[in-house]
């Protein structure tokens, strides 16, 4: 059974980092693109971040150079590192898998929450 | 990057009833459409991809069509459980994924 399971979410202050984890069961990270997607609070969905199973990553233009998207191929676990949070990167961030690796999402996690609030 | 609009914004509809919902793109995104259906609390789930194809476990109610830049989610007739939010999304042209703003389902 495929499972997918965030943790690493909590209240940050703007301008300090905090890392996303998430551990996969049930398939190989790296032979699936697995993605970034968050939903702000009340607000719609937003894809963040994906990395691709030959490694190449991409990023949204709201989070380039602000957070990072790494996986640990022998830990089975997903990563997004993001630095210099601001208020408006709080949201609940869900861990994806593509299962077709074209662009769908067809796991998803229970997600995590991040607030960015002094 | 591809905008896409859904409408409308709110349906209101009863159990038994037909619903239609519509997802619209800023250009072509030849048939790379999906669509999520999210319920309170929950992760969304997916229903529908490459336009039309019913994702593993869904139910025959859910059907989706179209191309281009005009696309259909219907469900025949609705189950009380049905009544949820739902997002089209586009992989044709991406990264950027892009998401539509999604149409809540309630019950009338």
């Known amino acids: 059974e495929v499972q997918l399971v965030e943790s690493g979410g909590g209240l940050v202050q703007p301008g300090g980092s905090l890392r996303l984890s998430c551990a996969a069961s049930?398939?190989?990270?790296?032979?699936?693109?697995m993605s970034w997607v968050r939903q702000a609070p009340g607000k719609g969905l937003e894809w963040v971040s994906v990395?691709?199973?030959?490694?190449?990553?991409y990023y949204a233009d709201s989070v380039k150079g602000r957070f990072t998207i790494s996986r640990h191929n022998s830990k089975n676990t997903l990563y997004l590192q993001m630095n210099s949070l601001r208020a408006e990167d709080t949201a609940v961030y869900y861990c994806?898998?593509?299962?077709?690796?074209?662009?769908?999402?067809?796991?998803w996690g229970q997600g995590t929450l991040v607030t960015v609030s002094s | 990057e591809i905008v896409l609009t859904q409408s409308p914004a709110t349906l209101s509809l009863s159990p038994g009833e037909r619903a239609t919902l519509s997802c619209r793109a800023s250009?072509?995104?030849?048939?790379?459409l999906a669509w999520y259906q999210q319920k309170p609390g929950q992760a969304p789930r997916l229903l529908i991809y490459d336009a039309s194809n019913r994702a593993t476990g869904i139910p025959a109610r859910f059907s989706g069509s179209g191309s281009g830049t005009d696309f259909t989610l219907t469900i025949s007739s609705l189950e009380p459980e049905d009544f949820a939010v739902y997002y089209c999304?586009?992989?044709?042209?991406?990264?950027?994924?892009?998401f539509g703003q999604g149409t809540r389902l309630e019950i009338k």
């Open positions: 049930g398939f190989t990270v790296s032979s699936n693109y």
């Open positions: 990395i691709y199973s030959g490694g190449s990553t």
């Open positions: 250009q072509s995104v030849s048939s790379y």
């Open positions: 999304q586009q992989r044709s042209n991406w990264p950027p994924l892009t």
């Open positions: 994806v898998r593509d299962g077709y690796n074209v662009g769908y999402f067809d796991y």
